[in-house]
C-alpha cells in the first residue's frame, strides 16, 4: 500500500496533477510512520524507515517547490528553494549513517564478545 501511494504521489508529479500530488502526501507519509512505528523495536528497521520517512518528506517538499513556483527562487546566493530538501534528504542520509557507522559496530562488538 505505501508504494501504491508513493508511485502515485510521483505519477502526479510527473503529470503535473497539483491537487491529487499534494493530497497522495498525507497517506504516503501516513503509512511510512505506521510502518516505522510497527517495527520500531527492530532498530534496524527503524533507522531504514526514519530514512524513508525523510526521504518521502524530501521528495514531497521538492514536489511542491515545483507545484507552487518557488523551486528555482534564489533563495541565498545560489541556493534555491528545491534545495532546502537538502534538509529532510540529510536527515535521513544522517540516520543510515549513524546506523551502519555508530550502531552496528557497537552490535557486532557485543556479539563478539559473547560468542568470543
Same mark, same amino acid.
Given at each position: 500500500m505505501h508504494i501504491l501511494f508513493w508511485l502515485i504521489? *510521483?505519477?502526479? &508529479?510527473?503529470? +503535473?496533477?497539483k491537487p491529487l500530488g499534494i493530497a497522495m502526501i498525507f497517506p504516503t507519509l501516513s503509512v511510512a510512520i505506521y510502518i516505522t512505528w510497527q517495527n520500531r #523495536?527492530? $532498530? @534496524?528497521?527503524?533507522?531504514?524507515?526514519?530514512? +524513508? $520517512?525523510? &526521504?518521502? @518528506?524530501?521528495? @514531497?517538499f521538492w514536489?511542491? @517547490?515545483?507545484?507552487?513556483?518557488? *523551486?528555482?527562487k534564489k533563495i541565498y546566493g545560489d541556493f534555491i528553494g528545491k534545495n532546502l530538501a537538502l534538509i529532510p534528504f540529510g536527515l535521513?542520509? #544522517?540516520?543510515?549513517?549513524?546506523y551502519y557507522l555508530i550502531i552496528v559496530p557497537k552490535e557486532r562488538k557485543v556479539l563478539n564478545k559473547k560468542h568470543g
Open positions: 504521489k *510521483d505519477l502526479c &508529479w510527473c503529470l +503535473v496533477y #523495536s527492530n $532498530i @534496524s528497521e527503524l533507522f531504514h524507515n526514519l530514512a +524513508v $520517512i525523510f &526521504w518521502i @518528506s524530501a521528495n @514531497s514536489m511542491i @517547490s515545483e507545484f507552487l513556483g518557488f *523551486d528555482e535521513g542520509i #544522517s540516520c543510515l549513517l549513524y
